[in-house]
């Protein structure tokens, strides 16, 4: 029987050759994660979970919302998480997400397209597919992948300037998140919730939404935020 692990090692060993043959060059992005699965004849959260291993090897960057970037090997500072970043607590993460996702996504439900939404709607399939599963791993990965999408949907290029930190502070978050399928169903919920006011192109019910899927994910942690009375949670 093939081990998920084995079938991620030899995921990331093939990818390594290829790069190291030159398949794809520094500066290149890697095919689209649909296309580059089906060529390896893995599912993608498989993939999404080589690549993770290939970021840690220095080879490649993650980039939100606009794939994977191939790095040189001598660069492999890129993708190592700020200072700031690495000695984050989990409250410092919370309040992060809670001061810069809900007006991000305000921001993103004035702006949409379709596409976007079909995107966003596919990621959280995937989490779907992992609580039917109960797939723990593949939960995280799609929960916070659909987060990272969220960020990388904005225009504004300030925000985007800050989106790899945020998405390591996300990543640091992760190691808390792997717990019961009642936690990923409630997430699953909430992140819908959001999806449908964006569709619905209504910023106030999204940002609503998004304040409090947070507040919830810090009470699933034993953490309680404590926020400005001008931004309530509901």
């Known amino acids: 029987m093939i081990t998920s692990s084995t079938v991620v090692n030899a995921v990331v060993e093939k990818l390594r050759q290829a790069l190291a043959r030159g398949q794809w060059r520094s500066g290149e992005m890697l095919p689209g994660q649909r296309e580059l699965a089906e060529q390896l004849g893995i599912s993608r959260p498989s993939l999404r979970e080589a690549v993770t291993v290939l970021e ?9 919302g606009k794939g994977v970037l191939v790095l040189d090997p001598g660069t492999q500072e890129l993708v190592q998480a700020p200072a700031a970043v690495a000695g984050a607590s989990l409250e410092d993460v919370l309040q992060l997400r809670y001061t810069l996702e809900p007006f991000i996504v305000g921001l993103v439900a004035q702006s949409v397209s379709s596409k976007e939404i079909g995107q966003l709607r596919l ?3 995937d989490m779907r597919e992992a609580l039917e599963a109960s797939d723990s791993e593949a939960g995280v990965r799609a929960y916070l992948a659909f987060h990272e999408e ?10 985007q300037s800050v989106v790899q930190q945020t998405s390591n502070a996300l990543k640091q978050s992760a190691q808390v998140l ?6 990923l169903a409630a997430r699953l919920e ?14 106030a019910q999204a940002s609503a939404q998004m304040r409090r899927h947070i ?8 953490i309680e935020l404590t926020i400005p009375d001008e931004h309530p949670g509901n």
């Open 56 to 64: 840690t090897l220095g080879l490649v960057r993650s980039m939100p």
């Open 123 to 125: 990621t959280l399939m």
């Open 150 to 159: 969220l960020f990388a949907l904005t225009a504004n290029p300030i925000f």
């Open 178 to 183: 792997h717990n019961s399928p009642e936690h």
């Open 190 to 203: 909430e992140n819908e919730a959001v999806v449908r006011a964006i569709r619905n192109k209504d910023s």
């Open 215 to 222: 507040l919830q994910e810090g009470l699933r942690m034993g």
